[in-house]
């Protein structure tokens, strides 16, 4: 029970560290690491959460090759040391604000909603759904999904390639005249 | 007031996931790279599935409808990202910088 509790409240301040981290990291490796690191924590929620294909699929994903990408596109452009800037501190504050507001009427909503209409809401859509999907029978659908999001960003690369050797030029052709 | 914190019900998951939404919206607003605001969305679509995955876990008995749909959020998310990098490469190419306040200066 005391080991549940203290694995629980561990991950929620470790994952909310984390995301701190991406915010406010001073360098933009170290935002890239949080990052991961938060990728990582939020996927030990899932399982605390008995959720073991979620877990897989987002460290698969997410945390192998989301991760891996950003740290390649990070040196490909040659930014992994480069320092981050936040907004002025007007928009700071500014932004602040607006996030308590919003947060309050969150807290609004969820203390007097979430006994009456929103949790009921949710029980009931579960007692009456009689048809429970399959999570196996939809993982190879699923798979084909993975291959079109690859195929789909490597069209749109070469797309993207494509449109800009064709401005290049006219560009060139404008300066010329 | 302890049985509140010693219990662990929706309601925890309910306010990890608002405050991590809250987290990226605030990083959305404040950053001034491009890069870390695509990071602020990602973190923002992570608990969506922390707010879907735990409304399985505690009201749904089965779980697959949850996983189902926390999965297909997953994958929506890591496209999203991964076309928004593309694009933000191709800015980088096209402006050597990928500071949104300083693209806009040399734009206007």
């Keep these: 029970m005391v080991t549940n509790l203290i694995y629980f409240y561990f991950l929620f301040f470790a994952t909310i560290c984390c995301a701190l981290g991406v915010i406010f990291a001073p360098v933009m490796y170290l935002s890239a690491l949080a990052l991961f690191l938060f990728i990582c924590f939020s996927g030990f929620i899932y399982l605390y959460l008995n959720s073991v294909y979620l877990f897989v699929f987002q460290f698969i994903l997410c945390g192998v090759f989301l991760s891996s990408y950003i740290f390649l596109l990070i040196k490909k452009i040659g930014k992994i040391n480069q320092q981050l800037r936040l907004a002025p501190v007007s928009k700071i504050i500014v932004s602040s604000v607006f996030l308590a507001l919003f947060g309050l009427l969150f807290v609004l909503y969820f203390t007097q909603e979430i006994d009456n209409s929103l949790y009921s809401f949710f029980n009931t859509v579960a007692e009456k759904s009689f048809v429970s999907v399959n999570f196996k029978h939809y993982l190879y659908p699923l798979s084909l999904v993975g291959v079109f999001v690859l195929v789909s960003a490597s069209v749109l690369r070469v797309f993207l390639d494509t449109s800009q050797n064709v401005q290049q030029p006219k560009e060139s052709g404008e300066s010329k005249l | ?108």
């Design chain 2, 1 to 108: 007031m302890i049985n509140m914190f010693v219990n662990i019900g929706l309601a925890h998951f309910l306010v990890l996931s608002l405050i991590l939404y809250l987290t990226g919206l605030f990083g959305v607003l404040i950053s001034r790279n491009m890069l870390r605001t695509v990071m602020s969305l990602f973190i923002m679509s992570v608990s969506a599935v922390i707010n879907f995955a735990a409304f399985g876990y505690y009201c749904d008995k089965s779980m697959e409808n949850a996983n189902m749909i926390s999965v297909f959020i997953l994958i929506l998310t890591v496209i999203q990202t991964i076309i928004a990098l593309v694009i933000l490469y191709k800015i980088y190419q096209a402006n050597e910088n990928l500071d949104a306040e300083k693209i806009k200066d040399k734009e206007s």
